[in-house]
């Protein structure tokens, strides 16, 4: 089978070729038929010989002058017209000769001139083509498709630079849809390991910490009383683990309620951060309710206001500013403390991903998968002055 381009040129070199062909046909046809034959010149020089025949064999002597006269003026005319019988003949058959060689030469040339437009467009029409083709192999292969040439011309008409254009709108969002699928991924089987690690810990958790209140009321020498304590103190941080681990292994579930984001942070900045930071909630009167579940999304807040509280090793002020944009509410926290350098931005919000000494990593990976569940957005910045900030996209729709 013969490839894209020589078929397109075949096929445009037929649509022009065979109609000039059959027009320079029907013109030589049509010279031919439309030239006198050379009957009309052997009807006419019969005829002339007819006539010398008769005047040879008539007995002239008994006409008179004028009928002498008129019958030689008619052989005369015989014979003038039988000559201008021969030069027309041979004027139109050089005429015709050359008319028809005129038709064949233009024929030729504008076959030659349409098998090179054919060429020309089967070029135009196939290499753009292929060029889309192979970039389809490329995106199969996952290899980076060709950039816009540096402002090189594009090959084809203006439809097919749209066509690479959608190629590469379409790789760019397959390539962030096969990333969040990874990421998707990865999130199922955090969540699985930290569903599994929170079940085995809970169950002899339970028993270490009834065996501490057991041993905290019989312990009373002051050297026991410290190691009790720092058994109690470990206890209860690996029962808050436990919890963060519990709380990442499974989705916002239940039914969803209207929340009223204002009275929610603000009863948080009074209860999730110590005494000495002052959360100020500012909202400029817009109503800030959306439809949610009220617990996670309270954890997950909460856990924002107490890294904040945190970063600002537990003093100072953290800034909450609660607006409207379009068809939702944006949510920002921003504390003044050291900030999160550029280049660990991108994985604050990894699980099991902490720059703190005890952190377990859970508590920003929470509040992603909180708000992702919610339909909303997350992001980092820097806070004007120092510090970091978290901006949070929610849809009311």
Do not use: C
Not at 246 to 274: N, Q
Not at 324 to 332: K, L, M, N, P, Q
């Amino acid at each position: 089978m013969l490839p894209f381009r020589q078929r397109i040129f075949v096929i445009l070199a037929a649509l022009t070729a065979v109609p000039t062909a059959l027009a320079v046909v029907g013109w030589a046809l049509a010279v031919r038929t439309g030239t006198p034959s050379a009957g009309a010149r052997v009807a006419l020089e019969e005829t002339a010989a007819s006539a010398r025949l008769m005047v040879e064999q008539m007995d002239t002597t008994h006409l008179s002058l004028r009928e002498r006269a008129a019958l030689r003026r008619h052989l005369d005319q015989l014979s003038n017209s039988v000559s201008l019988a021969r030069r027309a003949e041979t004027y139109l058959r050089y005429y015709a000769g050359g008319f028809a060689a005129v038709v064949i030469v233009f024929g030729a040339l504008v076959m030659l001139s349409s098998v090179r437009l054919a060429g020309h467009l089967s070029r135009q029409l196939s290499r753009p083509i292929d060029e889309l083709v192979g970039w389809t192999r490329l995106i199969r292969r996952r290899v980076p498709l060709p950039g816009d040439g540096g402002g090189a011309p594009p090959r084809g008409a203006p439809e097919f630079a749209a066509l690479r254009q959608a190629l590469r709108e379409l790789v760019t969002a397959l390539d962030a849809a096969r990333e969040k699928e990874l990421e998707a991924e990865r999130l199922r089987a955090f969540r699985e390991v930290a569903r599994r690690v929170a079940h085995e810990i809970k169950n002899p958790l339970t028993s270490m910490r009834i065996a501490v209140d057991q041993l905290e009321r019989t312990v009373g020498a002051s050297d026991s009383r410290t190691a009790m304590d720092v058994l109690a103190a470990e206890t209860e941080r690996l029962s808050r683990l436990a919890k963060e681990f519990s709380d990442f292994g499974r989705l916002p579930e239940g039914p969803k309620s209207e929340v009223d984001l204002v009275d929610l942070l603000t009863d948080l900045g009074r209860s999730a951060v110590p005494p000495e930071v002052q959360v100020t909630v500012r909202a400029n009167g817009e109503p800030s309710k959306l439809l949610g579940q009220y617990d996670p999304l309270r954890r997950a807040f909460s856990n924002l206001l107490r890294n904040a509280a945190e970063a600002s090793a537990g003093r100072g002020s953290i800034d909450v500013a609660v607006s409207r944009d379009g068809a939702g509410i944006v949510v920002t926290v921003a504390d003044h403390g050291p900030g999160i350098p550029e280049e660990l931005r991108h994985r604050v919000f990894e699980p099991y991903f902490t720059t703190k000494r005890d952190g377990t990593g859970l508590g920003l990976a929470l509040v992603r998968e909180t708000i992702e569940a919610h339909h909303g957005t997350i992001t980092v910045s820097d806070t004007p002055g120092g510090g970091a900030t978290f901006a949070i996209v929610l849809s009311t729709a």
